[in-house]
C-alpha cells in the first residue's frame, strides 16, 4: 500500500501545477491534439515569453507531465506530449476552467463591491 503524501509534498506539487502558466500550457497542448512543437505552444497560450515557456516545458518534462522529443534534422525539430500522467491532470484541471467561467462574473462583482467600500 503507497504511503500517503506528506503535507509539504502535496503543496509542493499544487504549487507547481497552480502557477500562472501550467496549466495553460498542459491544456493547450491537450488542445492541440496532445502533441505540439514549440512553436505551436507558444502561439496557442497567448502573453508566455518563449523564456518562460522554456522553463515551464522542462518543469513539465521533469515532472513527468510532458515528454520531449527531439528530431535529428536540419533545423532540429522538436515536439512536446503529453503523457498518461499528464492526461490524468486533465480532468481536474478543466473542472477549475469550467468553474472559473461560471464565476467569473460574480467573482469580478464582489471585487468590485469590496474596492469602492475602501475596505
Known amino acids: 500500500m503507497a504511503r500517503p503524501a506528506s ?3 502535496v503543496r509542493e506539487l499544487l504549487s507547481r501545477i497552480g502557477d500562472k ?5 498542459v491544456l493547450s497542448l491537450d488542445l492541440l491534439g496532445g502533441r505540439a512543437r514549440f512553436s505551436e505552444l507558444e502561439r496557442a497560450v497567448p502573453g508566455i515569453s518563449q523564456r518562460m515557456l522554456a522553463v515551464t516545458l522542462r518543469s513539465l518534462e521533469r515532472d513527468g507531465l510532458v515528454t520531449r522529443e527531439v528530431f535529428p534534422e536540419v533545423a532540429p525539430r522538436v515536439e512536446y506530449e503529453i503523457t498518461s500522467l499528464g492526461r490524468s491532470l486533465l480532468a481536474p484541471t478543466q473542472g477549475l476552467v469550467d468553474w ?3 464565476h467569473w ?3 469580478r462583482a464582489m471585487q ?3 474596492d469602492s467600500a475602501g475596505t
Not at 502558466?21 to 500550457?25: A, K
Open 100 to 102: 472559473a467561467k461560471a
Open 105 to 107: 462574473e460574480k467573482v
Open 21 to 25: 502558466w501550467t496549466i495553460f500550457v
Open 7 to 9: 503535507p509539504l509534498a
Open 112 to 114: 468590485s463591491h469590496y
